[in-house]
Every structure is written in structure tokens, then in C-alpha cells.
């Protein structure tokens, strides 16, 4: 157990709906980053907060959008879900930004767009 | 910027036979590099890490190597086991922008 906590670990929903995904960072940990991973494809990465505020940004799309909370949780936003959106959501977390800082991912939230 | 390449995409080996890894990285400023295992429905998960002033360092089974002049560390798993199948990333950061750049992953299969 990573100590990292996303909910819901599972969610189907159709096309052009709205998803929140939800994460705890480890006890401690500031920084908290997001990650897609597609079906048999790489880690793809969304963005990435840093007590509370935006640290830095990957190829994530303008119909998605993300926040970190003051008690350091965060939660991911889709929108106007596409089919292509269908994909595995890793939240992960690290102490620091730092390098050499450990990033722990959790369980992730398998979200299916039908 | 940083670029990460990893290969083999696919590894399958013996039981009990060797396994290896490779990743080349872009940026000679990077000095942070883990390895992260992802099991069937899982997160990844780190398995060994290594900085820039060290040239290799053994965990049990895994070790991992460096060579700062050519680019490029490599994954090793001796005595390969069925628990030892999954997907294998490999991630290079600096302290430059403080991200980590991920290899494609590789697919390792032990056949029993």
C-alpha cells in the first residue's frame, strides 16, 4: 500500500458527461501530480500541484482540469467526455518536487466512457 | 527537452534466467533515476533508484547501472521468478524542471 488513496476506483459513464476523480496524497506529501495511462500505452502525464498551487503542466486536455485543496487533496475534472477519454487515471504524490524525491502512485480509477 | 527511450518493449524469459532492461536518456543535467514495476491492475510501483554519483546499486534480485558518459542505465534481474512479470518504466528527472520524464515501458513475461 502506497499510502496514496483515489476514489472511485472504478466508474463508467457516456459521452459528453462530467467525472470528478478524487486524491489523497500520502501523509506529508505537498506535491501531488496526475497521470494517464491508456490501454497496453505508457504513463502519460496531466499535471502536477505543489501545496496548492500549479507546478507544472503536461498534455493535459482543456477539457480537463485540476485543483489541489488546502488539506493537500486533489481531484481531477473531465469534461465533456469523449470515448478516447477511457483510460486508467494514477494520481501519484511525492514530499517534494525535488529531484531525487520518490513519487508514489496509487491504485488508480479505471474510468470507461460508453 | 528530456527524451527517454526504453527497450525492449517486450522481454520474454526462463525462468530463472536473467533479465535486462535498457533506457537511454537526452539530458546530461539529469540526476535522478527510478524504476517502477506495474502489476496487471495496479500502479506502478518503485522497485530501485539510482542518483548520479553512483555508478550501480543491487537490491536482492534487481540492480541497476549507470554510465553517466553514454546516457544510459539499465534494469537487472537475476533469477528471474513468475512474480517478476509486469511492465517496467524507467524515469530520468534533473533539477532543472524537476520532472520525470518516463520511458515507453516494457512488457516482461517469465515463462515457467
Known amino acids: 500500500d502506497s499510502g496514496v488513496t483515489q476514489t472511485p476506483k472504478h466508474l463508467i459513464t457516456a459521452t459528453g458527461q462530467r467525472v470528478t476523480l478524487r486524491c489523497s496524497p500520502r501523509?506529508?506529501?505537498?506535491?501531488v501530480y496526475w497521470y494517464q495511462q491508456s490501454l497496453d500505452q505508457g504513463l502519460q502525464f496531466l499535471i502536477q500541484y505543489y501545496n496548492g498551487e500549479e507546478r507544472a503542466k503536461g498534455n493535459i486536455l482543456e477539457r480537463f482540469s485540476a485543483q489541489q485543496f488546502p488539506d493537500l487533496h486533489s481531484e481531477l475534472n473531465l469534461s465533456s467526455l469523449e470515448l478516447g477519454d477511457s483510460a486508467l487515471y494514477f494520481c501519484a504524490s511525492s514530499a517534494s518536487p525535488l529531484s531525487g524525491n520518490t513519487i508514489y502512485f496509487g491504485e488508480g480509477s479505471w474510468l470507461t466512457v460508453v | 527537452g528530456e527524451n527517454v527511450e526504453q527497450h525492449p518493449s517486450t522481454l520474454s524469459v526462463q525462468e530463472g534466467d536473467s533479465a535486462v532492461i535498457k533506457c537511454t536518456y537526452s539530458d546530461s543535467a539529469s540526476n535522478y533515476f527510478p524504476w517502477y514495476k506495474q502489476e496487471l491492475g495496479k500502479g506502478p510501483q518503485l522497485i530501485i533508484d539510482?542518483?548520479?554519483n553512483v555508478g550501480e546499486k543491487k537490491d536482492q534480485r534487481i540492480a541497476v547501472t549507470l554510465n553517466k558518459t553514454a546516457k544510459h542505465f539499465s534494469l537487472h534481474i537475476t533469477e528471474t521468478q513468475p512474480e517478476d512479470s509486469a511492465v517496467y518504466f524507467c524515469?530520468?528527472?534533473?533539477?532543472?524542471?524537476?520532472?520525470?520524464?518516463w520511458g515507453a515501458g516494457t512488457k516482461l513475461i517469465i515463462k515457467p
Open positions: 539510482i542518483r548520479s
Open positions: 524515469a530520468a528527472r534533473g533539477d532543472s524542471n524537476y520532472q520525470l520524464i
Open positions: 501523509s506529508g506529501d505537498l506535491s
